[in-house]
């Protein structure tokens, strides 16, 4: 049984930064691509980072420059820097896991941008 824990989110102003943590239980963690989506009210979840598990990176376009994804194997553990942020990063941010042919999700971290 896989289970993420996403914790990190809150309230920062619009320049400010934040980093969102997931962590991950279960072993292999390291196999397991990763990413990191967002949701707001109304609309569908949309992808923001994803990192394989070779290391490679992809970014939507809106946070390209801004957020950073990493991830700690040894801790189990993906990460979402978060600089510069602007009130259209408000919403729900979900870590999602990749697992033999399966998404696994955590609860989602509430990110509000004030301006």
């Known amino acids: 049984q896989v289970q993420l824990v996403e914790s990190g989110g809150g309230l920062v102003q619009a320049g400010g930064s934040l980093r969102l943590s997931c962590a991950a239980s279960g072993s292999l963690f390291r196999f397991n691509p990763m990413g990191w989506y967002r949701q707001v009210p109304g609309k569908q979840r949309e992808l923001v980072a994803h990192?394989?598990?070779?290391?490679?990176?992809n970014y939507a376009d809106s946070v390209k420059g801004r957020f950073t994804i990493s991830r700690d194997n040894a801790k189990n553990t993906v990460y979402l820097q978060m600089n510069s942020l602007k009130s259209a990063d408000t919403a729900v941010y979900y870590c999602?896991?990749?697992?033999?042919?399966?998404?696994?999700w955590g609860q989602g971290t509430q990110v509000t941008v004030s301006s």
């Open positions: 999602k896991m990749e697992r033999f042919g399966r998404d696994y």
């Open positions: 990192m394989s598990s070779g290391g490679s990176t």
